[in-house]
């Protein structure tokens, strides 16, 4: 086998074929929509070469500032949407070295898997669909935006290249829907996730299990990564009392999101090795999905952490309603010209109607550059906890 970055290449792809499950994807395999001659030449496997792409993307930078759960509260040992995918990428890898699976893949989706989330997490989500809903744009969701960022915005509207499998993961990551176990929906091609993208922004979709095994890893971890850190957070915020969490779920999964995550990554590596899917043992599931319930009630629509949710509405409302007069008028100096228009080719203006320019410019804000835009008076202060 040569020493060349090619034959070097050659090697590392044999050497997945020796020790890897028959049911992992390969990297030799991955499918992307155009040729790709520095990586047909070069010596980077192709998944390995798609974690990085995310990594380096604008995108994957705003993280930093995303909300995950809490938001607009002073303390600096929340979990904000960074930690969360890297939390994801540990949990997800560690599995999939235990089934066989490609860990390169497993990287570059749980590292991309939340890049479409807008400010203020899902409560901005939900906000930004009703007025994307308004202005003819489609329902508005993540898992469809962190692709149009990927493909369609991102390097000045070129996109990444990205391969399938790793597009594929991403958009059916739904970590929110409880599932027992997860089989991959093999062979979909680029019109297929294409059909599948269409039909999630317009609400008619079912929800699809990824093409892959590694896709279907990363939507396991990613309720895996959430479930027991959310609790966590709202313990030191006081919502939350530990001694709170039901029986069932403390018995078999612990009561500190440490356990929660061994208990439950051992479970799905014990259930899931040398089988066509990923999934947990009945019981385990069934705490996990009374956990989730618990998490619902006492922390995702606690009034006590929804304060913040009619300032923020207020600003989406007039956010969006200024960029459409913007573009409408043609404002040059508006800041939806200067730090994003101005920034794209022809071709995504010609592509792209006036609401859903907007629902990208918005979307891809940080939290805190999505206050500064408002009015002062309309900011929301950040409260202490």
């Known amino acids: ?61 705003r993280y930093i500032d995303k909300t995950q ?11 904000h949407r960074v930690l969360h995918v890297q939390l994801v990428s540990r949990i997800a890898r560690t599995i999939g070295r235990f089934l066989g ?26 906000i930004l669909s009703s007025l994307c809903n308004s202005h003819g744009a489609g329902r508005f969701c993540h898992n469809v935006q962190s692709l149009q960022f990927l493909e369609k915005i991102e390097r000045s509207g070129q996109g990444w290249n990205l391969a399938i499998q790793t597009l594929d993961a991403i958009l059916c990551h739904n970590g929110e829907v409880h599932s027992q176990q997860l089989k991959p929906e093999r062979n ?5 996730l294409d059909v599948l993208t269409a039909a999630m922004k317009s609400g008619k979709s079912p929800d699809p299990a990824p093409m892959t095994m590694e896709g279907c890893v990363v939507r396991m971890a990613d309720t895996i990564g959430y479930i027991g850190r959310d609790l966590e957070d709202a313990i030191r915020l006081n ?11 403390a018995n078999l999964l612990g009561k500190t999101s440490g356990t929660i995550v061994f208990s439950l990554v051992t479970d799905l590596i014990n259930h899931s090795s040398a089988e066509p899917f990923v999934g947990f043992s009945p019981e385990v599931s069934d705490a996990l999905k009374d956990l989730k319930q618990f998490n619902y009630r006492h922390i995702y629509t606690n009034p006590a952490i929804k304060g913040h949710l009619k300032p923020v509405e207020d600003i989406f409302l007039y956010l969006f309603d200024k960029y459409l007069n913007d573009l409408e008028t ?22 792209h109607s006036s ?18 835009q408002a009015p002062e008076t309309m900011r929301p202060c950040p409260i202490e906890r």
Do not use: W
């Open 1 to 61: 086998m040569s020493n060349t970055p090619g034959g070097m290449k050659d090697l590392f792809n044999l050497r997945e074929k020796q020790f890897l499950s028959p049911l992992a994807c390969f990297s030799e395999n991955a499918l992307r929509r155009r040729p790709d001659p520095r990586l047909d030449s070069g010596y980077r496997q192709a998944f390995s070469a798609d974690a990085d792409r995310i990594l380096n993307s604008l995108a994957y930078t």
């Open 69 to 79: 759960v809490f938001s607009l509260i002073k303390n600096d040992h929340l979990t």
């Open 101 to 126: 699976l490609n860990e390169d893949l497993i990287e570059a989706a749980s590292l991309g898997h939340d890049l479409g989330h807008p400010p203020f997490g899902h409560d901005g989500e939900r």
């Open 188 to 192: 979909r091609s680029f019109d297929d």
């Open 239 to 249: 919502l939350v009392r530990r001694k709170a969490i039901p029986d069932e779920c």
């Open 330 to 351: 043609n404002s040059m100096t508006s800041p939806i010209f200067v730090d994003f228009l101005d920034s794209l080719s022809d071709t995504y203006r010609q592509e």
């Open 355 to 372: 609401g859903e320019i907007v629902r990208d410019y918005i979307a891809g804000m940080t939290d805190s550059f999505f206050i500064r």
